[in-house]
């Protein structure tokens, strides 16, 4: 625990997939505690989660959630249900919460938790020894409950997982993995991560990273069995298609998992050097949602760029075949059969733009709040520079 935050600043625990107890419901009673061995002076309680009123006595909804550490549904094994549901309700202390944003508490963390954690596929024998907290820094930002009382939010959270890889040769058994996600702007505008997790708000990062975030030191393993690269090595990023490093790689589900050092990446174009962008598209159309849908490219660089074999990919998958060019400083639409599969949800989604070589050039989300706040024969404006 950190006595000055009052929140975790880790937990360890593991789990045993092969027990498992889908069948109890983990309904009933769930108190949150105070954990009396570490003191209630060391740890937020209720008071800092719970709604509250202004001083004109109307009610103020407060927006952050008891984000568990240590997921309920992830804690429920064992070999009784009895002791599966003592172990689920054993998650219920002060001490394994920590200020989350509800639209990522119940989006992108709880994705992370059910589709990366919960169906891990990767554990020799589905043991798993689970590291996890906060991540305080540049976008920390503050309940104030009187000018003397206030609580510190962090900027995100990290996981690690450790495990017994399948087929594993001697002295490479280890696994492991870690993921980060952030409370930006992107990730707490709504709540739609948990079907496709956003590209810019959850990563697989390296254990050292965390490190930097967190000052916690891990055991050396953990940063010898990491599959991604922390320092930038020119011949061996070359040999493995890394873009740059430390490596950030964007987590769509279990999808551009990186499990072994060996395997090749996804190139990921950076930001300032992108030529060519996802500028804009008509998500909401008058008449037909198919034909009406069209995806607008610009060209920012001072060349006609080819776009023959380019993909775009929504985020359900589906993909669309692109192919001429777009003139320098010029856009293009894409849109009826030259879109492919793609797709726009008006519920909230999102886009990716791969090369022939299949490098990341540019990806961009909206949510359903935002295609709301267009009118339908207006198209949405990415923000390009975010």
């Known amino acids: 625990m950190n006595m000055y935050t009052r929140q975790l600043i880790y937990s360890a625990y593991n789990i045993d997939q092969t027990k498992f107890r889908p069948k109890v419901s983990g309904k009933g009673k769930r108190t949150w505690k105070i954990d009396k061995n570490i003191g209630p002076e060391n740890q937020l309680d209720n008071t800092y989660y719970k709604d509250r009123k202004n001083p004109a006595g109307e009610e103020m909804p407060n927006p952050y959630d008891r984000g568990h550490m240590v997921m309920r549904f992830n804690n429920m094994w064992g070999s009784t249900d009895t002791e599966s549901d003592r172990a689920g309700k054993a998650t219920f202390i002060y001490a394994n919460s920590s200020l989350q944003h509800k639209n990522l508490n119940r989006d992108e963390w709880q994705a992370i938790e059910l589709k ?21 820094g540049a976008l920390d930002r503050f309940i104030n ?3 003397s009382d206030s609580a510190r939010i962090p900027s995100g959270f990290f996981k690690i997982i450790c495990y017994q890889k399948k087929h594993g040769k001697p002295g490479d058994e280890l696994g492991v993995l870690a993921f980060a996600v952030f409370q930006d702007e992107v990730a707490l505008r709504d709540r739609s991560g948990n079907r496709t997790i956003k590209e810019n708000a959850c990563y697989q990062v390296t254990i050292s990273e965390i490190q930097d975030w967190t000052g916690i030191r891990f055991d050396k393993q953990l940063y010898q069995k990491n599959p991604l690269f922390y320092h930038d090595l020119k011949d061996r990023n070359s040999e493995h298609s890394v873009s ?29 050097i992108r030529k060519v962008i996802i500028n804009s598209a008509m998500i ?6 198919k034909s009406g849908e069209w995806i607008s490219l610009h060209n ?15 985020g359900q998958g589906r993909t669309g075949t692109l192919t001429g060019s777009i003139g320098s400083g010029e856009s293009i639409k894409i849109k009826g059969k030259n879109k492919g599969k793609v797709m726009l949800s008006n519920s909230g989604g999102s886009m990716m733009l791969y090369d022939k070589e299949n490098c990341l050039i540019d990806y961009v989300t909206w949510s359903k709040q935002q295609v ?14 975010s």
């Open 300 to 314: 920012r660089g001072n060349k006609k760029i080819k776009i023959d074999g380019w993909r775009l990919v929504d």
């Open 116 to 136: 990366i954690v919960r169906k891990f596929q990767h554990a020799e024998n589905g043991r798993l020894s689970v590291f996890t907290g906060p991540i305080f």
């Open 244 to 272: 740059f490093a430390p490596e950030r790689i964007p987590v769509r589900g279990t999808d551009n998992i990186v499990s072994d050092s060996s395997h090749q990446r996804k190139k990921i174009e950076h930001l300032s």
């Open 145 to 147: 409950l009187s000018d």
């Open 372 to 385: 709301r706040r267009t009118e339908k024969d207006v198209a949405f404006i990415f923000d390009n520079a």
């Open 284 to 289: 909401n159309p008058k008449g037909p949602q």
